[in-house]
């Protein structure tokens, strides 16, 4: 079953009364941050079986 609008906006305000502008940005923040470094450390794993490939190759 999909949400609908007036479900969603519900659950937004109830989660701006709970956390507060402030600490809701915050939040968001520190999420978005996560994110990008769960990124970067997926791509330095590719970056060194790359590096390793790459090795292994020319001997």
């Not at 402030?22 to 968001?28: E, F, H, M, N, V």
Request: net charge negative.
């Amino acid at each position: 079953m999909k949400p609908g609008v007036w479900e969603l906006v519900i659950v937004l305000v109830i989660v701006l009364l709970l956390f507060g502008p402030g600490r809701l940005g915050k939040i968001a923040g520190e999420l978005g941050s996560g994110i990008r470094n769960f990124r970067e450390g997926l791509n330095d794993g590719k970056e060194e079986e790359s590096k390793e490939g790459d090795e292994e190759a020319k001997e």
